[in-house]
C-alpha cells in the first residue's frame, strides 16, 4: 500500500532555514510526480510546490517562490522540501502527496502523507 | 486568498441528502478537472473524487462530483454520521499555473 511519511518539522526562529523530507513506499516513487501542500492552523489547504516524475520540472506557489526549493531523490525514495528566509505565516502542516494524471493533462495529488509541523516564531 | 469559493458550512440530518458547491473561472475549473478532497477531524485529506465525477476505489458511491461550466459540486446521499468532516474541492489553474484549492465546506450531521 501506498505508503508517504513526513519529517524534519519543528520549531524554527523567522528569517532561518528547515528541510523537510519525506519518504515514499507501496510504489515505484520514481514514476510519479509529487507535490508539497500545508494547511495552517485552523485554516484551508494550500498547495506549495509539484516536482515530476525525474525532477525536471518543477512549480512554486507564488507565497514560496525563490525562497523554497522541492527536490526529489529516486535512488533513496525520497522527496525534500528546503525552506530558506521563514516567516511566521509559513506556520502550517506539510504534506507530501503523490501526483497522478488526469483527463486535462495536469497533475493532482492522490495518497497524502500524515504532514509534519512547522513553527515559525521567536 | 483561495481563487475557488465554497459555501463555509452544509448540515442535513442522517439519510439526507446534501449538495456542496464550488465557484471557480475559466482558468480553473473551466479548463481542468475538478478534484475533492474529505478531511476528518485530526487527520490527512483523502481523494474523495477526481476528474470531474470520478470515485477512486473504496470510495462510497454516496460521494458524487459533478462539473457545468466555471462550477463543480459534491453531493452526498445518504448523509452519515462519520461524513462529518471538511471538504475541499481542487483544480489547477492554468493562469497561476498552482494547482488551488477551495475554501473548504464543513459538513456537520
Known amino acids: 500500500q501506498v505508503q508517504l511519511v513526513e519529517s524534519g518539522g519543528g520549531v524554527v526562529q523567522p528569517g532561518r532555514s528547515l528541510r523537510l523530507s519525506c519518504a515514499a513506499s507501496?510504489?515505484?516513487?520514481?514514476?510519479?510526480?509529487m507535490h508539497w501542500v500545508r494547511q495552517a492552523p485552523g485554516k484551508g489547504l494550500e498547495w506549495v510546490a509539484l516536482i515530476s516524475y525525474d525532477g525536471s520540472n518543477k512549480f512554486y506557489a507564488d507565497s514560496v517562490k525563490g525562497r523554497f526549493t522541492i527536490s526529489r531523490d529516486n535512488s533513496r525514495n525520497t522527496l525534500h522540501l528546503q525552506m530558506n528566509s521563514l516567516r511566521p505565516d509559513d506556520t502550517a502542516v506539510y504534506y507530501c502527496?503523490?501526483?497522478?494524471?488526469?483527463?486535462?493533462?495536469?497533475?493532482?495529488?492522490?495518497?497524502w502523507g500524515r504532514g509534519t509541523l512547522v513553527t515559525v516564531s521567536s | 486568498q483561495s481563487v475557488l469559493a465554497q459555501p463555509p458550512s452544509a448540515s442535513g440530518t442522517p439519510g439526507q441528502r446534501v449538495t456542496i458547491s464550488c465557484s471557480g473561472s475559466s482558468s480553473n475549473i473551466g479548463s481542468n478537472s475538478v478534484n475533492w478532497y474529505q478531511q476528518l477531524p485530526g487527520t490527512a485529506p483523502k481523494l474523495l473524487s477526481y476528474?470531474?465525477?470520478h470515485r477512486p476505489s473504496g470510495v462510497p458511491d454516496r460521494f458524487s462530483g459533478s462539473k457545468s461550466g466555471t462550477s463543480a459540486s459534491l453531493a452526498i446521499s445518504g448523509l452519515q454520521s462519520e461524513d462529518e468532516a471538511d471538504y475541499f474541492c481542487a483544480a489547477w489553474d492554468d493562469s497561476l499555473n498552482s494547482y488551488v484549492f477551495g475554501t473548504g465546506t464543513k459538513v456537520t450531521v
Open positions: 502527496a503523490r501526483g497522478v494524471g488526469d483527463y486535462s493533462g495536469k497533475l493532482h495529488p492522490d495518497y
Open positions: 507501496g510504489f515505484t516513487f520514481s514514476s510519479y510526480a
Open positions: 476528474g470531474d465525477n
